[in-house]
């Protein structure tokens, strides 16, 4: 049967080409449906306040970093979005004297324009984000050694730079295409105008420059630039399957400031009840042998007509 063509943007693979019945269940999964997903190789969380929640995934920066040692390093990769764990891991890291000279970090991605990526002199520029949200604010005695952050500026540097560290954790977030990093869906061209490729066909993708869905530039004008579509790029360097799949643990952190509460819903039922499809590829991290999705209770919310 021929899927559908998306709502949004027809010359793209997107969630509102699936079937309307995996649409409909997903959003009828209350939040105890959510907790019920959960399965071997998949872990649902909810966190009633924003303080716990945003204090649970500063830790996860701490518990991978306490691992590091001078034989076994051991590194993060984080995104931007959300941010707010970033003062609160710097001010974790003070308190505790967490030294970091083992410790490494992966920033997931960053703007392209013009084929190169974006300066820190830049207003959304990522890297930006985590030295002056995070970094920059660990004392210099404790800070990691600038050779063990990385950001997607160099490509195959950047891939090259898992194979000796291990990624304990995989942090992201989630967009509104249900992407993590920049993952986004592909576009509906050439071999896969019909139907989108097979989830081991994405798989295969490493670091590398990506184009950006149109529902991506809108989300990131919306939480960064006050809705100033024209300062978003189009492209981002980004980290990609190849590399997740090195990471221990992805983790993925849901604020509800990102993704709205039926997206939250679709991905942990695809991956709970493992579909994946690249149109949703958040689903392929149903492939992964450890996934864990973070919900703050109050942005779970319900799938139901309101009137605003």
């Not at 063509?5 to 409909?24: G, M, N, Q, R």
């Not at 960053?110 to 930006?128: C, Q, T, Y």
Request: one cysteine or more.
């Amino acid at each position: 049967m021929a899927r559908a063509i998306s709502k949004v943007a027809p010359e793209w693979w997107d969630y509102t080409t699936l079937d309307t019945e995996l649409l409909a269940d997903a959003a009828r999964l209350s939040a105890d449906d959510l907790l019920q997903l959960s399965r071997n190789g998949f872990e649902v969380a909810i966190y009633d306040t924003l303080e716990e929640f945003y204090c649970a995934e500063a830790l996860e920066y701490i518990g991978a970093w306490q691992q590091a040692t001078p034989d076994n390093p051991v590194g993060l990769c984080g995104p931007i979005g959300p941010t707010e764990q970033l003062p609160l891991v710097a001010r974790m890291v003070n308190a505790l004297g967490l030294n970091l000279n083992n410790a490494h970090f992966w920033g997931m991605d960053e703007w392209i324009e013009n084929g190169r990526p974006v300066s820190m002199d830049h207003p959304l520029s990522f890297a930006k984000a985590d030295m002056e949200l995070c970094f920059n604010r660990i004392r210099p005695e404790l800070r990691m050694p600038a050779n063990n952050i990385h950001f997607p500026t160099q490509l195959d540097e950047y891939s090259r730079s898992y194979e000796g560290v291990r990624c304990a954790v995989m942090q992201g977030g989630q967009g509104e295409v249900k992407h993590w990093a920049f993952n986004d869906p592909p576009k509906r061209e050439g071999e896969w105008k019909h139907q989108p490729p097979p989830p081991g066909e994405y798989l295969k993708l490493k670091t590398r420059i990506a184009d950006l869905h149109p529902m991506t530039v809108i989300q990131n004008a919306r939480t960064s630039g006050g809705g100033y579509v024209p300062q978003v790029p189009i492209q981002a360097a980004t980290v990609g399957p190849v590399e997740t799949w090195k990471a221990d643990v992805v983790s993925i952190w849901h604020p509800g400031t990102h993704d709205n509460p039926f997206g939250m819903r679709l991905t942990a039922l695809m991956i709970g009840k493992r579909i994946p499809d690249t149109s949703v590829p958040m689903s392929l991290l149903a492939d992964h042998p450890h996934v864990r999705f973070n919900y703050y209770r109050g942005a779970i919310g319900s799938v139901a007509a309101e009137m605003h």
